[in-house]
């Protein structure tokens, strides 16, 4: 008989394809991941993945059983969904955040999906600062939150990527890198990189400011600013320059600013992100849907 434990990994590896992200999800090691799918494999008497030490993919018949199981694991944690709100009288709305105009729209498309059917639920949507980010969830103004990773935080729950989009470099429209095709990571050694003001270790994520290049050489730190659009407003005004997502080019144009992208840093994700504490069912089926509207929205 297939043990919960041993489905709850093989779907969320089969969507992840990550060990590491998976064994976070579940809240266990990536030991025990292992040991799961080891076992549910011996069960299958076949492998259900490849992997290596850069990929992890379904084989065929891991493909198919995860189409086989997935719709009625689905089915079963609705249920759950269900019962465990009804028992607590619980169908209150869900709270969600959001930072960024691109984080927005997947928020808002995925309260609607959520609002679809018997079983659906209403999400009321709040639009929330940078520099009061996780703060927002630790004081319960939002349930779930839209955010750009890295989140380290012991007490926050980080969930699926919603999306991710390339890294780029705002500098003012005269500045001597506004012409360049790229620009690499080294090259914020000549820049003078915007930096948050403190009001937290987590306020903002820690490669948006960075001190030091790969290769050691120091970041020259510029004025402190408290939201993006300060930033912007700084950057266009010459004192600065600021990391961004490629998204600034679609909803944060201007005539002052240029935005440069990195050829060799990695991309910006965005991740659904909950209190541990306040972890339901309820805010993974947010979750859940919004991964899919993010996705979907990035390929188009």
């Not at 084989?59 to 009625?72: H, M, V, Y």
């Not at 705002?170 to 403190?198: Q, Y």
């Not at 600013?225 to 201007?254: C, D, M, N, P, Y």
């Amino acid at each position: 008989m297939l043990e919960r434990l041993e489905l709850e990994a093989f779907l969320a590896l089969a969507e992840e394809l990550h060990f590491g992200r998976t064994a976070e999800r579940l809240h266990v090691t990536t030991g025990r991941v292992s040991q799961l799918l080891k076992k549910l494999e011996g069960r299958v008497g076949a492998p259900l993945f490849t992997r290596s030490s850069r990929i992890v993919e379904l084989t065929e018949i891991g493909s198919q059983l995860r189409e086989d199981l997935q719709s009625g694991y689905d089915q079963i944690a609705r249920g759950m969904a269900r019962a465990v709100e009804a028992a607590n009288g619980a169908r209150n709305s869900l709270r969600a955040g959001f930072i960024g105009a691109l984080a927005g729209q997947v928020v808002h498309q995925a309260a609607r999906k959520c609002a679809e059917g018997e079983s659906g639920f209403p999400v009321l949507m709040r639009e929330v600062q940078v520099f009061e980010s996780l703060t927002s969830l630790r004081e319960g103004h939002v349930d779930v939150l839209a955010i750009s990773l890295p989140v380290t935080a012991p007490d926050i729950v980080v969930g699926p990527v919603l999306f991710s989009e390339p890294r780029m470099l705002g500098v003012p429209a005269g500045h001597r890198l506004a012409g360049r095709a790229t620009v690499s990571l080294e090259d914020l050694a000549g820049v003078t990189l915007l930096r948050p003001v403190h009001v937290g270790p987590d306020a903002w994520p820690s490669d948006r400011h960075p001190h030091r290049t790969p290769e050691g050489a120091e970041i020259v730190g510029g004025p402190r600013v408290k939201t993006f659009q300060e930033a912007l407003q700084l950057a266009g005004a010459g004192v600065g320059a600021v990391i961004v997502g490629a998204q600034a080019q679609r909803f944060h144009s201007r005539p002052d600013v240029v935005y440069v992208p990195f050829h060799d840093a990695p991309p910006i994700e965005w991740a659904a992100t909950w209190l541990r504490t306040k972890d339901a069912p309820r805010t993974r089926e947010f979750a859940r849907i919004a991964r899919g509207v993010g996705q979907r929205a990035t390929r188009g």
